[in-house]
């Protein structure tokens, strides 16, 4: 381990990722920590961890960002104490809670917030978030299916201070970057040590869309909608099986097949 991110989610984590993926190195966000992870992050959840429980997940990663990690950065520093600490942030904090909201109605337009029950993927991928978002973002993710997810935002907002607070004070001093996604390469490199890219700084889920974009390139959310696939046309077989049984028990039906035998009693 490398990098730990330790800027709360909404304070360009996704623009992290891409960055850091793109100085080369190994980075684990909230999807890889989903899809390699689960079982050791819900016993965390669940139950707490160790140093070791840290060491041994994240032995063969770079950096981290988003969450889970931003929650447990000190942990995770512990198990790897030469790694740096980059602590992303926002002009204000009014500007993060507006992205947050933002985020938060996109995800409830989103067509998984419907079909989770439909896909093992989806419903594990729930499961995780649920337990995640709530740890991480003080917000309830159950599925309200009588109107929208309430957004506590007083307690996002409260969360969040306490969060940036603790990683000022605790993270050493001379292992820790506060940085501004729009300061670009410039200071993200220098700190790192490495060489600015020609190529301009990504900027990502910039209007809370990463959902379209990791519905495209996702391993795990592609494995979901081949299982949504799968059971579409296992539904759509059955209604037509169905039909069928009841339709050759209808009396039109027993007419259906009298009159497709009228030609044979003129022409033989």
Request: with cysteine; proline share 4%.
């Amino acid at each position: 381990m490398k990098v730990i991110c330790a800027g709360y989610s909404k304070t360009g984590t996704k623009s992290m990722q891409a960055a850091l993926t793109e100085l080369g190195y190994n980075v684990y966000d909230y999807m890889e920590n989903f899809a390699y992870l689960y079982d050791d992050w819900m016993k965390i959840l669940k139950e707490g961890g160790t140093t070791e429980d840290f060491r041994r997940m994240f032995e063969n990663v770079d950096a981290v960002t988003d969450l889970p990690c931003y929650y447990f950065w000190d942990e995770i520093h512990k198990a790897f104490p030469e790694a740096k600490i980059i602590l992303t942030t926002r002009d204000n904090e009014d500007i993060w809670a507006t992205s947050l909201r933002n985020q938060f109605k996109a995800q409830e337009t989103s067509i998984l917030s419907l079909i989770w029950l439909f896909s093992p993927t989806l419903m594990r991928l729930h499961k995780f978030g649920k337990h995640v978002i709530m740890t991480g973002l003080g917000i309830n993710m159950e599925v309200n299916f009588f109107g929208p997810r309430l957004l506590n935002i007083d307690l996002a907002r409260m969360k969040y201070r306490r969060h940036n607070a603790h990683v000022l004070q605790e993270a050493p001093k001379d292992k820790l970057l506060v940085f501004n996604v729009k300061e670009g390469w410039e200071p993200l490199c220098t700190f790192l040590g490495v060489e600015v890219p020609s190529k301009p700084f990504p900027k990502r889920n910039v209007n809370a869309d990463i959902m379209n974009e990791l519905r495209e390139k996702d391993p795990s959310l592609k494995r979901a909608r081949r299982e949504l696939a799968v059971i579409t046309s296992l539904f759509l077989l059955s209604c037509a099986g169905i039909g069928l049984t009841f339709a050759r028990k209808s009396p039109f039906y027993f007419w259906h097949e009298k009159l497709i035998c009228l030609p044979k009693l003129f022409w033989g």
